[in-house]
């Protein structure tokens, strides 16, 4: 599954009552009939379009909302427009020739501007009876995961058409704002808990390496001693680049610590490198590289880009706990994880609703680790230790490039 995480302000509902379900039944979709709309939104109970039970039984798991955004749109073909229009006109061009006593055979006369555009009135009147049938209508269903404990919302909205549906319709329903919790702004949120969070405005990327050797003559005048993080600067957050920094901090202590980090809950989790990393330059001038594969972190390559002063903006990692082990995909920049497999329950579940339940849990229970784990990258980051930890990853990326050349010798 894929989640993205989104924060919930205003006056939403901090705990599960009735009326909250009576609220996503009254939002259900009824979908416009005969008229072409661009997006269409309403809330379903979670498995499948039609789906509007929302029994307690049904949506409730352990203090947690499951349900899901319906999504239609009327979408007529380019293709079938194009082919309509081009009936018409040469069903015009026919009765003009009928009219006109043409010969047989001889080249149909161009048509003039008024024709075509009564050709395209009368093409277009076809495809809206149509839509008003019901054809070329498509429905995409958005699960989402509401812990009003937290007001925190788990939900694979992760392209901005959806994200805007899915805001909009939560404020229509409940009257609360949505918002998307990248890398930049969870920092500053966590930051605000801990009472630390003067010296957010103030962060800088670090420079991890030198700056790279830039290509051509217009890079030169843009390439400084200290990273723009392009993907972060254009983006909604500047302070994005701190998921980025996460990212390597992590990667660091897979190869330095092995990757063991003691949690606040008494849990002992493990986390490697595994399958997948893409990494970016982070001042704009090398490029991008993917590395896909078994152990892609210690590789050549991957050595190499770091020297070249690329950022990883994705890594796939292995988290274990000594009783689970969960595999997903972590993009730093927008803290939005991606392909997460959760592990299989070792009894049976008695019921469907423990099932759900059951994976729910554990996907919060990924979601959990990771925020504890950025909270201590924090902590680090906006500390007075953190020159020597950024010495540290200096070191430790000129000696993965150091270790390939010896080996190599």
């Not at 274990?320 to 049976?348: C, M, N, S, Y």
Request: proline share 5%; hydrophobic share 40%.
């Amino acid at each position: 599954m894929t989640y993205a995480r989104f924060r919930i302000g205003g006056d939403a509902p901090a705990r599960i009552e009735q009326s909250l379900l009576d609220a996503f039944a009254s939002g259900r979709l009824v979908p416009t009939v005969g008229v072409p709309t661009d997006v269409e939104t309403g809330w379903t109970a979670g498995e499948h379009i039609l789906d509007h039970d929302f029994a307690w039984d049904r949506c409730v798991f352990d203090g947690r909302v499951h349900a899901a955004m319906r999504m239609d749109a009327v979408r007529v073909p380019g293709e079938i427009r194009a082919a309509y229009v081009a009936q018409e006109q040469t069903a015009l061009r026919k009765a003009m020739a009928d009219r006109g006593g043409d010969a047989a055979g001889m080249p149909a006369k161009p048509l003039g501007r008024n024709a075509k555009r009564e050709a395209k009135e009368a093409a277009e009147r076809r495809w809206l009876e149509e839509v008003a049938d019901g054809r070329y209508r498509s429905s995409k269903l958005v699960p989402m995961v509401w812990d009003p404990a937290t007001a925190t919302i788990l939900a694979p909205a992760t392209s901005e058409k959806v994200f805007d549906a899915l805001r909009d319709l939560f404020q229509a329903t409940f009257g609360a704002r949505l918002q998307a919790q990248s890398a930049g702004g969870l920092a500053l949120d966590l930051l605000v808990a801990k009472g630390i969070a003067s010296a957010f405005d103030d962060a800088m990327p670090d420079a991890f390496t030198a700056a790279p050797t830039p290509r051509n003559l217009e890079q030169s005048a843009e390439v400084g001693e200290r990273p723009d993080v392009p993907w972060a600067m254009a983006g909604p957050e500047p302070k994005d680049f701190l998921g980025n920094v996460f990212l390597l901090w992590l990667w660091w202590h897979t190869e330095a610590n092995e990757g063991l980090f003691d949690l606040d809950d008494g849990r002992s989790v493990s986390m490697m490198v595994d399958r997948s990393i893409d990494m970016e330059c982070a001042w704009g001038v090398t490029g991008r590289q993917s590395l896909r594969g078994d152990g892609p972190g210690r590789s050549a390559e991957v050595a190499k880009a770091l020297q070249q002063g690329k950022w990883p903006r994705k890594i796939g990692f292995t988290m274990a706990d000594g009783e689970a082990e969960w595999t997903f995909d972590l993009q730093g920049d927008l803290f939005r994880v991606g392909g997460l497999k959760i592990p299989r329950p070792e009894d049976r579940p008695g019921s469907e609703h423990e099932a759900i339940a059951q994976r729910i849990e554990s996907t919060f229970d990924v979601d959990a680790i990771l925020l504890e784990l950025y909270g201590r990258f924090l902590d680090e980051r906006f500390s007075g230790t953190w020159n020597t930890r950024r010495g540290e990853l200096r070191e430790w990326i000129a000696s993965k490039n150091t270790a390939r050349v010896m080996a190599a010798v």
